[in-house]
């Protein structure tokens, strides 16, 4: 059974910083590709950042990129997501994923693509 568990969320002031982490089992953590992905009441689930199975290649939204930073440890089975210079725009329930496919050679960014989800973690910016 595949499980992922995020963690790090809360309330920070604009211009602050988090670091989200995201602890999985289950499944062969280091043989695929990880992504974070956001989500406000009412709106779509918004893609993020992603990275490679290797770790080798990342991926970014366009609204985060220069202010957030994706990675993982396969030794430890986790993905993080560090967060500066958080805006109230930032304001969202994160979700970590993994894809569905083993090995994929290109960083995925559509939710379809990732199959397992962790339960979420509310992140609040204050102005």
């Known amino acids: 059974q595949v499980q992922l568990v995020e963690s790090g969320g809360g309330l920070v002031q604009a211009g602050g910083s988090l670091r989200l982490s995201c602890a999985t089992s289950g499944r062969t953590f280091s043989s695929y590709g990880m992504a974070w992905f956001r989500q406000v009441p009412g709106k779509e689930r918004e893609f993020v950042a992603a990275?490679?199975?290797?770790?080798?290649?990342?991926y970014y939204a366009h609204s985060v990129k220069g202010r957030f930073t994706i990675s993982r440890t396969n030794a430890k089975n986790t993905v993080y997501l560090q967060m500066n210079s958080l805006k109230p725009e930032d304001t969202a329930v994160y979700y970590c994923a993994t894809d569905r496919a083993l090995k994929r050679s290109v960083v995925a960014s559509s939710w379809h693509e990732y199959d397992y989800w962790g339960q979420g973690t509310q992140v609040t910016v204050s102005s």
């Open positions: 990275i490679g199975w290797s770790g080798g290649s990342t």
